[in-house]
């Protein structure tokens, strides 16, 4: 499972659409149903309106009804390891069950780190913060 969402991460980032960075990047998402989904990341000329890969992933697989998150392979630039920026660490973490989610830094199909949510986004605000109303 995880060498074939790393393998399908590489294959998305061929799809990016990123014309004025350039900068290409691949994610494939596991949920909970079993299935992978794919996402790339889409740039737009007001820069604000871009999506990165893993969220196009994650909400590509929410539309389709899932909800838990078990795994996440992204792949950016092949130099170096590209971890997933602020505003994507806070959707993984939406969607990752007590924090239960692998996450793969991919540099190529034999190269990636693997790590979690908590070692990247260590004491992230969750639904149950706001289930104590900040109690
Ligand atoms: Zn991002």
Same mark, same amino acid.
């Given at each position: ?30 949920? =909970? !149903? @079993? ?11 007001? &820069?604000?309106? %871009?999506?990165?890969? +893993? ?41 990752? =069950? !007590? @924090? ?11 190269? &990636?780190?693997? %790590?979690?949510?908590? +070692? ?16």
């Amino acid at each position: 499972m995880k060498d074939q969402l790393i393998n399908l991460a590489i294959k998305a980032k061929e799809k990016a659409y990123s014309p004025y960075s350039n900068f290409k990047v691949g994610a494939a998402v596991l949920f =909970e !149903n @079993g299935k992978i989904y794919t996402g790339c990341n889409i740039e737009n000329a007001s &820069y604000g309106a %871009t999506n990165c890969a +893993e969220r196009t992933a994650i909400f590509n697989a929410v539309s389709d009804g899932g909800r838990v998150l078990k795994a996440i392979a992204l792949i950016g630039g092949p130099n170096n390891y590209t971890y997933p920026c602020g505003i994507c660490r806070q959707v993984i973490s939406e969607f990752a =069950e !007590n @924090g239960d989610v692998k996450i793969y830094i991919v540099k190529n199909s034999t190269d &990636y780190i693997e %790590t979690t949510l908590e +070692e990247i986004l260590p004491g992230s605000f969750t639904k149950k913060d706001l289930d104590n109303k900040g109690e």
